[in-house]
């Protein structure tokens, strides 16, 4: 029996151990604000279910946002969660394309192009609940988050909804195969056809919130994309600032340009590196080329020779002298002979051409 006892509790120290492991796997491998995001998401949604008002002052209600003017509500609203559904499969299906896009342009520049969309996002919801509100002449829509059983919050599934749109707009005509079902789409169509899917699921009830961050997608790319796009070095500036320069030294922070930009970086210097390499064997070479060359074109004078001027006297080859430096040029070269050079009627001076009378 005892031993029974302990081969349960070894394995299930095991499954702690190894469940423990994956986790921290998974998140050392998350760039750093999808990290924060993921863990806020989870941290908030544990709060909410001993604590129910958090989600009440954190989710973006348009009666409270627009006619108590609660701001905050816009910028919190993707990080509360209010469905374990939502929770693992909006977490499952986001944080890898965010990962992507963080690694892609660096954590400071992705930061802001998600509260951005968030913003935008917001505004819409908040714009279309209001018109509805005015076109049925009562507020329900400003409270259709409100439910007996408590406030229900997408969280960030809109940003995920508009990610998915723009990714599927970048190539609108590629064939896409529907996720869970056997059938194949023009990319164009799948936000369009995700959207009712979760309808249906939902007892076709429309997500305003979900559906704003479709309509964001494709507005954003047919007609926002010049307007709302941030250049790396206004992304610069804002990582530089007080606001920001303490996550530069967080684990999986990403610098402007993304990973791309860093590998980018050292390929380049390690191409310095090899092409100085290059260039010095090259030189070398060059050396060795002028040395053996200089060898074959300066050699000594092996036959005989008459002196200038007339006469008997023999220039030795003997005696002649080449004289290199360590680099293989040639510096001096002296001519002599064994016999003086003189003559009664001509003298040849090597310093001077010109014959002395």
Not at 210 to 239: P, T
Request: charged share 15%; aromatic share 14%.
């Amino acid at each position: 029996m005892n031993i029974n006892q302990n081969n349960n509790s070894l394995n299930s120290g095991n499954c702690c151990k190894d469940c423990k492991e994956f986790i921290t796997g998974i998140l050392n491998s998350m760039p750093f604000f999808v990290k924060m995001v993921v863990c806020s998401t989870v941290i908030l949604y544990l709060i909410n279910l001993i604590i129910p008002f958090v989600a009440r002052f954190l989710a973006d209600i348009p009666y409270f946002t627009i006619y108590y003017f609660q701001i905050w509500r816009i910028f919190t609203t993707p990080f509360m969660t209010t469905s374990i559904f939502s929770v693992i499969f909006s977490i499952y299906f986001w944080y890898e394309k965010a990962s992507k896009l963080e690694k892609g342009m660096g954590t400071v520049k992705y930061i802001l192009i998600f509260f951005i969309n968030s913003f935008c996002i917001q505004i819409m919801f908040l714009a279309l609940m209001f018109l509805l509100s005015l076109i049925i002449g009562n507020k329900a829509p400003l409270i259709m988050k409100v439910t007996p059983n408590g406030v229900r919050n997408e969280g960030i599934w809109p940003i995920l909804l508009c990610d998915i749109t723009l990714l599927c707009l970048s190539n609108p005509d590629e064939n896409m195969q529907f996720r869970f079902f056997p059938c194949i789409i023009k990319a164009k169509y799948y936000p369009i056809l995700l959207f009712l899917i979760f309808t249906i699921i939902s007892g076709f009830q429309i997500d305003f919130e979900n559906m704003c961050g479709i309509g964001f997608g494709f507005l954003y790319h047919y007609f926002l994309r010049n307007i709302l796009n941030i250049s790396n070095n206004f992304a610069d500036k804002v990582g530089n600032s007080c606001l920001c320069r303490w996550m530069k030294n967080k684990k999986g922070f990403i610098g402007s340009g993304g990973i791309n930009a860093f590998n980018n970086i050292v390929n380049n210097a390690v191409n310095d590196v090899r092409n100085v390499n290059i260039n010095n064997m090259n030189n070398n070479n060059n050396i060795k080329q002028n040395k053996e060359y200089i060898k074959k074109k300066f050699q000594a004078f092996k036959g005989k020779g008459t002196a200038v001027g007339g006469g008997d006297n023999i220039i030795s080859n003997n005696k002649n002298e080449i004289d290199k430096s360590d680099s293989g040029d040639l510096t001096n070269v002296t001519v002599s002979s064994s016999d003086e050079i003189n003559s009664s009627d001509s003298r040849v001076d090597l310093n001077n051409t010109s014959p002395k009378s």
